[in-house]
């Protein structure tokens, strides 16, 4: 059974930091495209980060410069370290394991980030 575990959201002030987790299990994350998403209340699900085909990593230009995409293979975990926080980052923030060629698709449950001002 696959599950992805977000974990690390909660309530900060704007300019602050939070650093997110995504603990999964059932698969090897290395074996995946791993990236993070968010949906904002009333919004569509967007991507916020990812690991590119070859490895390397892109933003959504709202997060550029202040969130950085990591993963730890041997933990099996992915990370997304958020600063300079703002209230329009607020929002539930999802793991997401892809591999597009076999039509797999996992999410995790979302953890919320709430920015206030």
């Known amino acids: 059974q696959v599950q992805l575990v977000e974990s690390g959201g909660g309530l900060v002030q704007a300019g602050e930091s939070l650093r997110l987790s995504c603990a999964a299990s059932?698969?090897?994350?290395?074996?995946?495209?791993m990236a993070w998403f968010r949906q904002a209340p009333g919004k569509q699900r967007d991507l916020v980060a990812r690991?590119?085909?070859?490895?390397?990593?892109d933003y959504a230009d709202s997060v550029k410069g202040r969130f950085t995409i990591s993963r730890d293979n041997a933990k099996n975990t992915m990370y997304l370290e958020m600063n300079s926080l703002k209230p329009e980052d607020t929002a539930v923030y999802y793991c997401?394991?892809?591999?597009?060629?076999?039509?797999?698709?996992?999410w995790g449950k979302g953890t919320l980030v709430t920015v206030s001002s």
């Open positions: 997401n394991a892809q591999k597009p060629v076999f039509g797999i698709n996992y």
């Open positions: 690991f590119t085909f070859g490895g390397s990593t």
């Open positions: 059932g698969i090897a994350i290395s074996s995946y495209h």
